[in-house]
């Protein structure tokens, strides 16, 4: 994070303020603050496609469903099938969206001011946080896998409840 709060992966802003002595370690921080502001905007965005997701399965199930259950009242393997994966979808969306903790994308300023305290220089810091972030986005992309399986799941049902509504309406404009 910069001084101001923002998570722009392109300010060279040292940590505390004073340039590192090896201008290296300014690229490594850099790129180690960059590799945790790309995690975040993947989890912003998986977020959102989840929303979407519900959203979709949603209308599938309204515009075919709502048809379906118009026209019959025994609906038949088709809408058991449909409403199955409609759950599916929504489970899936909930595993996306559902507030978690145990993410790491900010250094906890208690954290730098102990080793403020504890007498180290600035390039130690930067080695510090450097090490810090890459840690974190080892651990948060485990966990981001993880989201984008959901993801596929529940686009995949999603698919399978198009297929099941429709065959549903088929067999009801047949009889």
Same mark, same amino acid.
């Given at each position: 994070?910069?001084?101001?709060?923002?998570?722009?992966?392109?300010?060279?802003?040292?940590?505390?303020?004073?340039?590192?002595?090896?201008? @290296?370690?300014?690229?490594?921080?850099?790129?180690?603050? @960059?590799?945790?502001?790309?995690?975040?905007?993947?989890?912003?965005?998986?977020?959102?496609?989840?929303?979407?997701?519900?959203?979709?399965?949603?209308?599938?199930?309204?515009?075919?469903?709502?048809?379906?259950?118009?026209?019959?009242? %025994?609906?038949?393997?088709?809408?058991?099938?449909?409403?199955?994966?409609?759950?599916?979808?929504?489970?899936?969306?909930l595993a996306i969206v559902a507030p978690? @903790?145990?993410? %790491?994308?900010?250094?906890?300023?208690?954290?730098?001011?102990?080793?403020?305290d504890d007498g180290r220089d600035v %390039?130690?810091l930067y080695r510090t946080l450097i090490? %810090?972030?890459?840690?974190?986005?080892?651990?948060?992309?485990?966990?981001? @896998?993880?989201?984008?399986?959901?993801?596929?799941?529940?686009?995949?049902?999603?698919?399978?409840?198009?297929?099941?509504?429709?065959?549903?309406?088929?067999?009801?404009?047949?009889?």
């Amino acid at each position: 994070m910069n001084n101001d709060g923002s998570t722009s992966a392109e300010s060279t802003t040292p940590p505390v303020g004073q340039p590192a002595s090896d201008p @290296r370690l300014i690229v490594a921080y850099d790129e180690a603050l @960059r590799v945790l502001t790309l995690q975040i905007n993947t989890l912003d965005s998986l977020r959102t496609r989840a929303t979407l997701l519900t959203a979709g399965a949603a209308l599938v199930t309204s515009l075919f469903g709502g048809f379906a259950l118009q026209r019959h009242q %025994d609906l038949g393997w088709w809408a058991a099938v449909g409403m199955v994966a409609l759950a599916v979808v929504l489970v899936s969306a909930l595993a996306i969206v559902a507030p978690r @903790r145990g993410w %790491d994308f900010v250094v906890q300023p208690g954290v730098l001011l102990q080793a403020i305290d504890d007498g180290r220089d600035v %390039d130690a810091l930067y080695r510090t946080l450097i090490q %810090d972030f890459g840690a974190w986005a080892r651990a948060n992309q485990f966990k981001i @896998r993880r989201l984008q399986w959901w993801l596929v799941v529940g686009m995949v049902f999603m698919f399978v409840e198009l297929l099941a509504w429709v065959g549903q309406f088929w067999t009801l404009t047949r009889a």
